[in-house]
């Protein structure tokens, strides 16, 4: 048995085969609650990997203590990375994506007109003129924010760390309004493609690695990352000591508490076994920031179409798999997209997302 400085949670290792989750040759841990450290669960779900048709079946367990969900026993950091082939989405997309047509750079000047304009009526902006010339965007501030709880305000010079930065599309986004970049991306890949075709500051390394930044960031980002890792406590305390005091954290996660996870069961697209370790409530999360140096977070609700329309995909066994330019898709999609925002204003949408500022206790 092993024991974690930081946070004091215990975790076993076996090497080999596990009869219950069948799959040779991969190194297992069992591990307690990584939120109160506590033993004592129930098992919610035994799920195999649907994704990509990878081997293995998982256990979801829920602490009888402090109710995180999450995954035990798992397969340990040296063996995960068999669980994110080369055709997972993020590193494909990151690959084959193409420079955006007219469309795509007009919907680029629009968001920046917007978050231009939340900076002009934000406390920190004193130039009226500004805020009188974009005045006029004031309903699509208000309609953008809603769609996009993941807003971050207009704030030129402020230095940026995105962890598990994939693509990089935050990165490039925010380099565009002003901010100083900065990216981790564990996939080699990915990262080179950030750095040689967007000319991004990606390192490739896992957080867990990565050392003393030169200076605090402003802000730290775990977009739908936080899951995705085995300590998921000691990272947020690793993000707090980069932070500069009062800097923001910002997470988006899936909500296990939702009314998608509560219709679909074991076919919830974001169980997504076993890349997810970690499945967090408002309450665990929000217990989690507070132990770990972070405020009180402000908590927001997304309209995620996609989850959504691949929970209804798994419920069906894919047979809602549809052509990529059929109406049927596009119809599909657009009542997903309605659906899951009533789900968001009722606070009770798939995936949310946290922004906390730092203490000075972590």
Known sequence: MVETEATGQS??????RIPECDVDGIEWESVSC??????DTRPLHRLRERAYGLPGLFQVVECEQCHLVYLNPRPTRRSIRMFYPPSYAPYIQSQTESPPGRWGRMKSWI???????AGAMSPECVGQQRLKRSIWLTPLVWFYTLL??????????KRVLDIGCGRGDLLRFLRDLGWEVHGLEPDPETARACRDRFGLDVIETEFEEYGAAPEPFDLVVFNHVLEHLHDPSEALRRANRLLRPGGRLLICAPDITSIEYRMFKDDWFSLECPRHLSHFSPTTLGQMLRQ??????SVRYEPAEFTLRHSLEYRFHDRLILDRSSLALILLKGGCFLVSLMFAIAHRGSIITIIARKTGRG
């Open 148 to 157: 996009n709880p993941r807003f971050i305000p207009f704030e030129e010079g």
């Open 111 to 117: 968001k920046r007109r917007i978050f231009e304009t």
């Open 34 to 39: 990584n939120l109160c450290g506590g033993d």
């Open 292 to 297: 770990t140096g972070f405020t009180e977070p």
């Open 11 to 16: 975790r076993t290792t076996m090497t080999g």
